[in-house]
């Protein structure tokens, strides 16, 4: 496609329940981001993957985060028993590669809201 | 801890005038420096990259200096215009060999006509 999109636009969930966000990054490119945005603020790594793989999953707030990757293509983001602290923008972004300067340039998508009553 | 602080006030300015953001950072030395610009709902866009050994970078009315030294970046908006007015974010890449991106938390700019 032209640009990262991401699905749903926004999200409305009552506490306990699951959600999953979707991000099909631009075609061709095989690494792909996941950030958190909460109000006000800057954005916070949650995962990246190259191709399928997801090297670093470091900044995922807890086990309830899981995300996966397939066909080097799109993404899902998982939050089990959302928490109203889960409540932000969840954004995507993708490059032409983790490796050398192809990962410099990182294409955002526009977001997800969520929103945890 | 590795941080990075940016104007936490909104910068209001009037058209025409050159806009200054400052983006600081400690724990931390990074390959490069990134400066992107978000609008309202909207996700980041890349603007410009400096190198740790490059002390400034130029694209149109954009400028953008780096010091190691002082662990600081300024970025520069000359001539500015209504149409500038956004938030602002200055990203680190990460220590490891992905493409991992540490922003700061933003910086309002506001172009008064």
């Known amino acids: 496609g032209a640009g990262v999109s991401q699905s749903p636009s926004n999200k409305v969930t009552e506490k306990g329940k699951d959600v999953e966000l979707r991000c099909d990054p631009i075609?061709?490119?095989?690494?792909l981001y996941w950030y958190r945005q909460r109000l006000g603020q800057g954005l916070e790594f949650l995962i990246y993957?190259?191709?399928?793989?997801?090297?670093?999953k470091s900044g995922l707030p807890s086990d309830r985060f899981s995300a996966e990757r397939t066909g080097e293509s799109v993404s899902t983001l998982t939050i089990q028993r959302t928490q109203q602290e889960d409540s932000a923008v969840y954004l995507c972004?993708?490059?032409?590669?983790?490796?050398?300067?192809?990962?410099?340039?990182?294409?955002f998508g526009p977001g997800t809201r969520l929103l945890v009553l | 801890s590795q941080k990075i602080e940016q104007n936490s006030e909104a910068l209001n300015i009037q058209e025409g005038k050159t806009a200054t953001l400052t983006c600081n950072y400690t724990?931390?030395?990074?390959?490069?420096l990134q400066w992107y610009r978000q609008d309202p709902g909207r996700g980041p866009v890349f603007l410009l990259l400096i190198r740790e050994n490059e002390k400034e970078k130029r694209k149109e009315r954009l400028k953008v200096t780096f010091d190691t030294t002082l662990k600081q970046s300024l970025f520069h908006i000359t001539a500015s215009q209504p149409a500038d007015s956004a938030t602002y974010l200055c990203?680190?890449?990460?220590?490891?060999?992905?493409?991992?991106?540490?922003f700061g938390q933003g910086t309002e700019l506001s172009v008064k006509p």
């Open positions: 075609s061709g490119h095989t690494a």
């Open positions: 724990n931390y030395s990074p390959a490069y």
């Open positions: 972004a993708s490059s032409r590669s983790t490796f050398g300067t192809e990962r410099e340039t990182q294409y």
């Open positions: 990203a680190l890449r990460g220590d490891n060999q992905g493409g991992k991106l540490i």
């Open positions: 993957f190259q191709g399928n793989s997801a090297p670093d």
